[in-house]
């Protein structure tokens, strides 16, 4: 029999897809792409998944298929989710473009540690206990080695979580402060998987769903509006260059003047005095 907290969980598993679905459509979907949209998307699709994979595993349990399936499938999850750290911090670093060399290599950092996190779960040595209760509460025990990897991954998020203040602070710009939030709701979201107490609810998928409707808003914006934005300066640009070019014109033609006018002067003053008697 399901459960109200297990079919609770259900239906939010079920809207998050739906949802991170739709707004990674609706993105790739516009004419104008480019790394940041694809970013977006890719992380739109990877929470769209990780709801995916946690359906499955709930519908396993409420049918007794037994807890090796709902732990093959909840392992599966957890792979998906291992890129999360990476994905956030490379997109928000991307839309803001504040690449610098420390960025560059914490990004790096945090793609190699995902990758190892997923070799250790698919490998088994992801878990000591896991258990889903009939009711659908979770309850795990992960391996020292994954605890030290997802202590990094929770360094990124915060390093992210830390920028992101910094950069709330210092933007007047509304599209950007919204991007910004939603950035921050995301990071939050990840950091309660280190709390047993408030993962045993699984409510990170709501986190990074809602996270996606805040964010997608800024995202279209840039993609409708931009190339505007661009035209706009490139013709501020040319006219400055054609006011520039005009000044220089009026500047020689001044100059030409004066030059007629000293040879006009040295003619003149060239000429031998006559005097009449």
């Known amino acids: 029999m399901l459960s109200p907290f297990q079919g609770f969980t259900l239906t939010y598993h079920l809207v998050a897809i739906v949802t991170c679905s739709a707004l990674a459509m609706l993105v790739i979907s516009q004419l104008r792409q480019d790394i940041t949209s694809r970013l977006f998307v890719l992380l739109m699709a990877t929470v769209a998944v990780i709801a995916f994979w946690g359906t499955l595993a709930r519908m396993a349990n409420t049918l007794d298929l037994g807890n090796s399936w709902v732990f093959l499938i909840f392992t599966i999850s957890s792979c998906f989710t291992a890129f999360l750290p990476a994905l956030v911090f490379i997109f928000y670093t991307e839309f ?71 950069q709330y602070r210092s933007r007047q710009n509304k599209e950007t402060k919204r991007l910004l939030i939603g950035i921050i709701i995301m990071c939050v979201g990840y950091l309660l998987i280190a709390v047993p107490a408030a993962n045993k609810w699984v409510p990170q998928i709501a986190f990074f769903s809602l996270s996606g409707i805040v964010i997608v808003g800024p995202i279209l914006r840039q993609r409708l509006f931009d190339p505007l934005t661009q035209l706009n300066i490139k013709l501020t640009h040319q006219a400055e260059q054609l006011n520039i070019i005009m000044r220089v014109g009026q500047q020689a033609n001044s100059l030409l003047d004066l030059g007629a006018l000293l040879n006009v002067i040295g003619e003149k003053s060239s000429k031998p005095l006559t005097t009449t008697r």
Do not use: C, H, K
Not at 120 to 129: A, E, I, K, Q, V
């Open 96 to 166: 803001l473009q504040i690449w610098t060399p420390w960025r560059r290599r914490t990004a790096f950092v945090l793609v190699l540690v995902a990758f190892l996190a997923d070799v250790t779960f698919l490998l088994g040595y992801g878990f000591f206990y896991f258990q889903m209760s009939q009711e659908g509460y979770v309850t795990y025990q992960l391996t020292p080695f994954v605890n030290f990897l997802l202590a990094i991954g929770e360094g990124g998020i915060l390093l992210t979580l830390q920028s992101a203040f910094v």
